[in-house]
């Protein structure tokens, strides 16, 4: 893992002029790091137990949906795009699987309503993401319109789903309910699973996008899609895939969510995880015109956004000034990231 992290971070370094401005431009480029570095320091000496175990797996806990969601975000923003209806499908994916939970005798054995709980969720997700690439590559809209489109109706068909209604699926004497709640309670060695999935899904996400061919075609798309389908890549196929990639991992986060709560409600799954996925991405050093990424980048932006609200929160500064100095880091972020792109 850690080869995979060293090398996102020095392919920006290696292209770093060896003149008078290298030190300012190693600055912008491991900004994010260093900000992370300076936040962990600081609760290392000013907060109390940070160090425990416990407050390790509530702050990674609670970043680990975003940024699942936040890589596919990276694949999407890296290709000039970007998806407004992860959060709605997160919904979707959220209200099926208790479908096949609650009634899980109907399919025979019961590990047949438990992987559908899973698989089929995913699926549905996936191919609305394959919708939203194919209003982008073929009908031809703008990809904020095209997402648009299942960011507002996306929640409303979890809502006809489940009629509007919270569904839960606890205590209800099924030897499914605890298995599929694994995904987002589940723990191996005192971590809890889902940081496991959080970390597979970054380190290989970071393998696709620096050492398949696949990966340089996203970059390529991204940079000039004239220009790259002029030298051959196949970018309406690269542009489905990513959305695709997308809708695939909001619904693997709409499971994690609603295994945490035992409960869907189509109203509060993922509501608001696009803001916080296209934050993380803005934040991590992905610029948001395409061209250029960084899964480690998005990683670290995620985990710098959830661990200053952590160390507000702690410090009991009011809710409001946390929001403020979040949205105040955020607009650095980004003008760091054009101070450097100068």
């Known amino acids: 893992m850690a080869r995979f992290f060293a090398a996102s971070a020095s392919s920006d370094a290696a292209a770093l002029p060896v003149n008078g401005a290298r030190i300012p ?28 175990l416990g407050t390790f797996n509530a702050n990674l806990t609670q970043v680990a949906t975003i940024v699942i969601v936040a890589v596919g975000m990276t694949f999407v923003i890296a290709t000039g795009g970007i998806d407004l209806s992860v959060g709605s499908l997160m919904a979707i994916a959220g209200v099926l699987a208790p479908l096949f939970l609650i009634d899980a005798n109907r399919f025979g054995a019961p590990v047949v309503g438990l992987v559908l709980a899973i698989v089929a969720p995913i699926a549905v997700t ?91 075609y996203v970059l390529a798309t991204g940079g000039n899609a004239s220009a790259a389908r002029l030298a051959g890549v196949p970018v309406t196929r690269v542009t489905l895939a990513v959305y695709c990639i997308s809708g695939l991992l909001a619904g693997l986060a709409g499971l994690i969510v609603v295994a945490i709560n035992r409960s869907a409600d189509p109203h509060q799954v993922g509501e608001f995880m696009e803001l916080d996925a296209i934050a993380a991405v803005a934040v991590g050093g992905t610029p948001l015109t395409g061209g250029r990424a960084t899964i480690l980048g998005t990683f670290v932006g995620a985990l710098i956004i959830q661990l200053l609200r952590f160390t507000l929160i702690a410090h009991n500064i009011p809710d409001g000034v946390t929001r403020m100095v979040i949205a105040a880091a955020i607009v650095a972020a980004v003008l760091a990231q054009r101070q450097r792109a100068s």
């Open 126 to 216: 996936t191919l609305c993401g394959a919708f939203n690439g194919t209003l982008v590559t073929l009908v031809g809209l703008q990809p904020i319109i095209a997402t648009l489109v299942l960011f507002l109706g996306g929640r409303g068909i979890a809502q006809l789903i489940v009629n509007g209604e919270l569904v839960e699926f606890r205590n209800l004497g099924s030897p499914l309910v605890p298995n599929f709640e694994f995904l987002g309670l589940g723990q191996l060695f005192g971590v809890r699973f889902q940081i496991i999935v959080m970390l597979v899904i970054v380190v290989v996400a970071i393998w696709v996008l620096r050492a398949t061919t696949f990966g340089r």
């Open 25 to 52: 431009a190693l600055i912008r480029t491991y900004s994010a790091i260093a900000a992370l570095t300076l936040l962990v320091v600081y609760n290392i000496f000013f907060t109390p137990n940070f160090l425990s």
